[in-house]
């Protein structure tokens, strides 16, 4: 015999709710039908007392001077009443000197005197009676062959005690009639009851399904290639957020837009990770190669020349190479400078005063390029910030050098210093030919350049501004561009008192 167990088949949300209705409501139904049955016949019980009591008085006068009654007695007696109309009326008598004696008259068609039949008890049946009344002077009793009757004794000044008893059998019959009723309109109410909930609840969860299959479809698609676009959604219909099912598919929908989203920017960041591997590569090519042209070169001269020739052929080999090993040196520090910029490090904080920082870029760069205009506006007072000086002061000489480097000779180029609410923000205006808008929103990308829109006249590496907006980011700041031909403006906006990043 296997040990392993099969394992339970889960239980659905919809049948679980059925369940829990149908069988809530079942439990309501049966406790309301026990209390009216209860109730109803605690009522008729009541009513049959009292018109016991009303027939048991008169007819337990009739034996007042009686000492030694029989049925005959009895008899006798009843057929002086007129109409009784009793259907099943028990007359007992019990006497110390007779005993107990009883008749049970049927007169639901006739009187007694107009032919109504007549039942003489048996000694058991007469027992029952005598049994039940021993500690009371009323009960209910089942007799045997006539079924179940209300009894009531009274006793007379002689001694006699006068039992008369009505038949339970229209109770009987009527709370047969009431819980038969009561329980085919319970069987029937359950099973609409059942297809109303059914139908509801099926209604209710289609929204729950429709979220199920667009997550499975979600599920199967595969995200793990290089372009991927979720378009799977949930319907309107079926995301209504005023609903609880609605909200679902609503938070759903939500999150597939943001997953989208965030796909799509992965797709874009390992778009711009090829191209900046790429242009990396070729920036490193190009000294990689120039150095091992020139050491190429110089030994080819020691082997092949002797005397002042080579050493003034190695010798210019040598400053090539050197020039481009610094070049090269320079790209890989700016690469590491960005990677750690990234990691949120190589900030060191300090007071910084942006006006005398403006003051001391604005005197490097003028000799630089002295066929440009040069101009600086500062405020009287101080500007002060809170950054590390020495990033700042390469955020400023970095877009000093891009208003140079990318505008023709006679550029008026303009840095200017104010403090604007909670800001203090620095500008470098140039009247240049401006940059080209296909661009500008890549323009602080690594290794970006404006060549197509603006006259370059030096090589570079395309990192000097990605650089200025790392350090500008790290500062809690933002740096923006605005261009039309004749007037770019790149403006740095630092908060006066950010709050400065835990040091490593």
Not at 170 to 179: A, D, K, P, S, Y
């Amino acid at each position: 015999m296997s040990t392993t167990r099969m394992a339970r088949r889960p239980v659905t949300l919809q049948t679980r709710l059925m369940g829990a209705v149908i069988g809530f409501v079942s439990l309501i139904l049966v406790i309301v039908a026990v209390i009216t049955s209860a109730t109803l016949g605690r009522t008729l019980e009541d009513q049959l007392q009292q018109r016991l009591m009303e027939y048991a008085k008169p007819i337990a006068v009739q034996w007042v001077g009686f000492t030694r009654p029989d049925l005959a007695t009895a008899e006798n007696l009843l057929m002086n009443q007129k109409g009784i109309g009793i259907p099943g009326l028990l007359v007992a008598l019990s006497s110390p000197e007779a005993g107990v004696s009883g008749v049970v008259f049927d007169t639901s068609q006739t009187s007694i005197d107009d032919g109504g039949s007549k039942l003489s008890l048996n000694s058991t049946q007469l027992a029952q009676i005598d049994e039940s009344l021993v500690d009371a002077g009323q009960a209910t009793v089942t007799i045997d062959g006539l079924g179940s009757y209300r009894l009531v004794s009274i006793t007379t000044p002689n001694g006699v005690d006068v039992i008369t008893g009505f038949p339970r059998t229209e109770i009987q019959n009527q709370l047969t009639q009431l819980l038969t009723v009561i329980v085919l309109a319970t069987i029937g109410g359950l099973i609409l009851l059942a297809l109303t909930t059914a139908i509801t609840i099926r209604v209710s969860l289609r929204p729950l399904r429709a979220i199920a299959g667009t997550a499975m479809r979600v599920a199967n698609q595969p995200l793990d290639r290089g372009e991927v676009e979720i378009t799977e959604r949930i319907p309107d219909a079926q995301a209504d957020p005023r609903t609880e099912t609605g909200l679902v598919g609503a938070s759903l929908n939500k999150l597939l837009d943001h997953v989208n989203t965030s796909l799509s920017a992965r797709q874009k960041n390992e778009e711009r990770m090829r191209q900046f591997v790429a242009d990396a590569s070729h920036e490193l090519r190009t000294p990689l190669a120039s150095i091992r042209g020139y050491s190429e070169l110089s030994l080819r001269a020691l082997s092949q020349q002797q005397g002042p020739a080579a050493i003034e052929g190695t010798t210019t080999s040598l400053e090539r190479i050197q020039a481009q090993s610094l070049r090269m040196t320079r790209l890989v520090e700016d690469l590491l400078l960005l990677a750690r910029l990234d990691e949120g490090r190589e900030l060191v904080y300090g007071t910084i005063d942006l006006a005398q920082l403006a003051l001391e870029s604005v005197s490097d760069a003028r000799p630089t390029a002295p066929e440009h205009g040069w101009d600086i506006e500062v405020p009287d007072e101080p500007v002060v910030i809170v950054g590390d000086a020495g990033r700042m002061h390469q955020v400023v000489t970095n877009l000093l050098a891009n208003a140079r480097t990318h505008t023709p000779a006679g550029t008026q180029i303009t840095l200017s210093v104010a403090k604007e609410g909670s800001d203090a923000v620095l500008r470098v205006h140039d009247d240049g030919p401006g940059i080209d808008p296909a661009v500008r929103d890549e323009l602080f990308a690594r290794f970006a350049r404006g060549d197509s829109s603006r006259a370059r006249q030096t090589g570079g590496t395309g990192l000097g501004l990605a650089i200025a907006k790392a350090i500008v980011e790290g500062h809690h700041g933002r740096i923006e561009v605005a261009s039309t031909p004749g007037d770019t403006t790149f403006t740095v906006r630092i908060p006066v008192n950010p709050a400065a990043p835990a040091q490593d």
